[in-house]
């Protein structure tokens, strides 16, 4: 068994909890908090599990590490402080351990991450002998082994497009989605997330990606950006009430230029309520949220994926799906060398000794 901490109790980290807990190769030996009302709680609570499982959540960072467990789980948020996450992910890795989270956009490709980010982390590899897997849903799987795979049944491909469609109401961090997204503000605030080279800072890397597993040479990456206000106010069920005239939602593509076309395309169509933007892509249910890939060539090929966890929410969902990819890769990790990768290194692999285990 492969002992291994949950760093961070938020939206990531419970749902990681539950994903090391089911896994059959892995040991849940510590989970890692911050704030000092979650330490001593059990790592069952915090993991919304209904049994205890025995683990006090600590805040003792030192002795969690100095234990020496083979992975961690960070769990940890970095947009908004990415220098502690680079450095508590960084003091893992120099630790040992086998470190996969979804924290730190640049080292998703690390080949195109800056300096700043990529050589710390190669530092701790060659001190500590750990390693780093980086990755998510969007930016995550959904614009790299999905459309990849998918592409794979085409004759001709024209276009790759990923598509993330999500109304943000659902998504269970009120200061990003109005302040880092915008939403709920008027239409002259400038969201940090839709800053110009910002989008591409998120999701270039996953453009490169592809680029490079489809041998393609990109001319350049551009952005483009499309804003709606509220026509009407509106009052959501978990994020209360969005003001007439403020933004209402957003849409906003990385394009990878191919020979002066865009030819690999990742969108965002971003609500705050279905009545916005009504013109726009949705969800082909009507629902919350899902994710798209449409490979347009011959034969065309649409493939949606819908994910619901924690009462039918597609955003936990949609983090669920993460931290499937992110714990599944822990043992293929601890038995290969010491590095730092991404995601065409590490294979997407069958549910090996899941099916029909009892759900946590």
């Known amino acids: 068994m492969i002992s291994t901490v949950v760093w961070g109790t938020g939206n990531v980290g419970r749902l990681a909890i539950r994903a090391v807990e089911a896994h059959p190769a892995l040991k849940l030996s510590a989970v890692i908090v911050h704030d000092p009302a979650k330490v ?27 234990a020496g467990p083979r992975a961690v789980v ?20 120099r630790s040992g351990a ?22 710390p982390v190669l530092a701790a590899i060659t001190e500590g002998g750990g390693s780093l897997f980086a990755s998510g ?21 024209d276009v790759i497009r990923c598509q993330e469609i999500f109304d943000y109401s659902t998504y269970d961090q009120p200061d990003s989605v109005r302040y880092l997204i915008g939403m709920g503000q008027p239409m002259d605030y400038e969201p940090m997330m839709l800053l110009p080279s910002i989008p591409t800072m998120v999701w270039g ?4 990606m592809m680029a490079r597993a489809l041998g393609v040479e990109l001319d350049e990456i551009r952005e483009t950006l499309e804003r709606r ?14 003001e007439a005239g403020t933004q209402g939602a957003v849409r906003f593509e990385v394009q990878g230029i191919v020979e002066g076309e865009p030819r690999i395309v990742i969108e965002h169509v971003t609500r705050i309520h279905a009545s916005c933007a009504p013109d726009w892509p949705s969800p082909p249910d009507g629902g919350d949220g899902a994710h798209r890939v449409v490979i347009e060539g011959r034969p065309r090929i649409e493939v949606t ?26 043992d293929w990790l601890a ?19 899941k099916l029909g285990r009892k759900q946590p």
Do not use: C, K
Not at 40 to 63: M, S
Not at 336 to 353: C, Q, S
């Open 137 to 157: 849903v969007d930016p995550g799987w959904g614009n790299d082994v999905l459309p990849l795979l998918l592409s794979g049944l085409g004759t001709i491909v």
């Open 229 to 242: 206000a509220l026509d009407t106010t509106v009052t959501t069920r978990t994020m209360g009430e969005f």
């Open 98 to 119: 086998v470190v996969v989270s979804p924290a730190l956009y640049p080292l998703y490709d690390h080949r195109s991450a800056p300096p700043e980010f990529r050589d």
């Open 40 to 66: 001593g709680r059990d790592a069952g609570e915090l993991g919304g599990l209904d049994r205890p499982l025995g683990i006090a959540a600590t805040d003792d960072i030192d002795a969690v590490l100095a």
């Open 305 to 330: 994926i819908e994910a619901t966890d924690e009462g039918e929410n597609r955003s936990a969902g949609g983090n669920a799906t993460a931290v499937g990819r992110l714990v599944g890769a822990i």
């Open 74 to 93: 960070y769990a940890a948020s970095g947009d908004v402080r990415p220098d502690d996450a680079l450095a508590d992910i960084t003091r893992a890795v």
């Open 335 to 353: 038995e290969a060398e010491p590095g730092l990768y991404d995601a065409l290194d590490v294979p997407m692999r069958p549910a090996v000794g």
């Open 205 to 208: 890397g996953q453009v490169r």
